[in-house]
């Protein structure tokens, strides 16, 4: 069985930086079947895409939050994480992390995630 946690602050000053990291369980983040995202939902809103980093470490990012976002891995702790630089009260959202079929694209499972609030 798969699982995926969330972990980082749940509050942030604005124009710091969000640090999250996703741990891996029951799966291998080298596995290039998959690929690793990140997705948020703010308030009221709809799901929003983030980026995704695949086994070789190349990583692809939503081109509205391209200038700030970064993603990175870690495989000897089966873990991939997540920098948004210069947070703004619209990015409080709940953010999660997702395993992607690199065959479809298809998220098959999620965290269960992380509420981030950027306030001073």
């Known amino acids: 069985q798969v699982q995926l946690q969330e972990s980082g602050p749940g509050l942030v000053k604005p124009s710091q930086t969000l640090s999250l990291t996703c741990t891996v369980s029951?799966?291998?983040?080298?596995?290039?079947?998959?690929?690793w995202s990140w997705i948020r939902q703010p308030p009221g809103k709809g799901l929003e895409w983030m980026g995704v980093?695949?086994?070789?470490?190349?990583?692809y990012y939503s081109p509205s939050l391209k200038s700030r976002t970064s993603m990175s891995r870690d495989a000897s702790k089966n873990q991939f994480s997540l920098q948004l630089t210069s947070v703004t009260p619209e990015d409080t959202a709940v953010y999660y992390c997702?395993?992607?079929?690199?065959?479809?694209?298809?998220?098959?499972?999620w965290g269960q995630g992380t509420q981030v609030t950027v306030s001073s």
């Open positions: 980093i695949h086994a070789d470490g190349s990583s």
């Open positions: 997702a395993r992607v079929l690199s065959s479809s694209w298809c998220v098959d499972y």
């Open positions: 029951g799966g291998s983040i080298a596995s290039t079947n998959h690929a």
